[in-house]
């Protein structure tokens, strides 16, 4: 699975089918949170999603980060 965002993009191992982990200090989701407009999560065997970056998913980051 691939994540793509503004200012980045990093391939992630699944832990099942569309499934990946990641700990809530990972950089990546600060990248996501701070996307522009948009991020993309691509995976093989299936179209690319592209998902809106609303502020939101900080928020949701912040709180796991306690």
Do not use: H, K, N
């Not at 809530?24 to 999603?49: H, K, Q």
Request: glycine fraction near 8%.
């Amino acid at each position: 699975m691939t994540i793509r965002t503004t200012s980045t993009a990093r391939t992630l191992p699944t832990t099942g089918p569309q499934e990946a982990a990641l700990p809530a200090t990972d950089t990546l989701l600060d990248a996501i949170g701070y996307s522009r407009g948009r991020f993309i999560v691509e995976s093989a065997g299936t179209p690319p999603l592209v998902i809106p970056a609303w502020s939101e998913v900080q928020r949701v980051v912040e709180d796991c980060r306690g």
